[in-house]
């Protein structure tokens, strides 16, 4: 007998109410016609095993993961991909026919993509690249950027501790600058990029001076409440080309929409505004 089940997919986390998944997945199943189902789920951490286990039982193909359960599944999977073992997480993850799960990291892939398609112009290679942060997001972006070709990566962040520990992972091609110091970084960079919560609805201000922009570099802000933020403003006003953080969140959905219902769905301005609700 067939399996007709319809498949469902999800995203977990804690909390999971702002998740933006659930607009991304349903308008793509919505406009390619895809019966399917992509459900938001708040699961506590004590639960998360459990959870995991039970799901492909009732149906599902794969989830998203966010926080706190990012690094929590990868113990859990019996397949991890060399991108989400480097970054020592995991966004994506797929409900094998073997029942195997197997885990992934796509945060790279949507941060790449999007700065391709929002700056066709952009050569990574051609020069530094400078990173503000060194949390979960910023791991994923070192990671891109040195497969990326990039010659030199400079990260500062407001704990230097946690930026040279990044450093002493990925290797002699991060330079880390002081915080206080870190408005240097800019100088020759092609490449800028926000990964910290700094500039986000309802976190502090980013205080770094940003006069030393190079006009004609590529800056990307991750945050993306607001969407234009003071960050992108000032890189916008110093006569560079700006990409706002929402691109990432739609690319790094791809590879799991795929995977999970069998058709690879498209990043246009319909997605933009159907996830930004206008």
Known sequence: MSDTRIPLAGVIGNPIEHSLSPRLHGHWLRTMGIAGHYIPMRVEVDDLETVIRTLPKAGFVGLNVTIPHKEAVLKMADIVTDRAALIGAANTLIFRDDGKIHADNTDGYGFTQNLRQSAPEWA??????????????????????????????????????????????????????????????????????????????????????????????????????????????????????????????????????ERWFGTRPVVDDALRHAVLGV
């Open 124 to 257: 990574p290679e051609t020069g530094p690249a400078a990173v503000f942060g060194a949390g979960g997001a910023a791991r994923a972006i070192l990671a891109s950027l040195i497969e990326l070709g990039v010659p030199e990566i400079r990260l500062s962040n407001r704990t230097r501790a946690r930026a040279d520990a990044l450093r002493a992972e990925f290797g002699a091609r991060i330079v880390v600058y002081d915080w206080v110091k870190a408005g240097n970084m800019l100088d020759g960079a092609v490449t800028v990029v926000n990964t910290s919560s700094l500039g986000m609805t309802g976190k502090p201000e980013f205080r770094v001076p940003l006069d030393g922009l190079m006009p004609g570099a590529v800056v990307n802000d991750l945050v993306y409440s607001p969407l234009k933020t003071d960050f992108l403003q000032q890189a916008e006003d110093a006569g560079c080309h700006v990409v706002d953080g929402l691109g990432m969140l739609l690319h790094q959905a791809v590879p799991g929409f």
